[in-house]
């Protein structure tokens, strides 16, 4: 379990650098406490479900992006992927063998 406490404070630290926001304003745009935010980022304190739904609204990305990095991006990739690479191939093998 706490992997993913780690891993959530390291990818908050990480968007909150990336769009330029200090732990004041990431504290201030999640409606919560400089102290609070810089608890999590220590690893002092575990944020709650509606802290954690704040916190992404605030980075302006998707939940999960704060537990695994560009997990909602890997999703669009994938999905990307198999619309332009995979099911052709499929489509293409389906045709051959019938």
């Known amino acids: 379990m706490k992997d993913y406490y780690d891993a959530f404070r390291m990818n908050m630290k990480f968007y909150r650098e ?5 732990q004041s ?3 201030i745009q999640a409606n919560s406490s400089n102290g609070m935010i810089g ?3 220590s690893g002092k ?3 709650s479900f509606d802290n ?3 916190i992404a609204t605030a980075l302006k990305i998707h939940p999960a992006d704060l ?3 560009n997990a909602s991006t890997t999703v669009s ?3 990307n992927l198999l619309r ?3 099911i052709p191939q499929i489509e293409e093998f389906v045709e051959r063998r019938l």
Do not use: D, Q, V
């Open 18 to 22: 990336k769009i330029g926001f200090s």
């Open 77 to 79: 990739n994938t999905k």
């Open 45 to 47: 304190a575990k944020p």
């Open 67 to 69: 537990f695994l990095r």
């Open 25 to 27: 304003e990431l504290a």
């Open 84 to 86: 332009t690479e995979l």
């Open 39 to 41: 608890n999590i980022e």
């Open 52 to 54: 954690i739904l704040k």
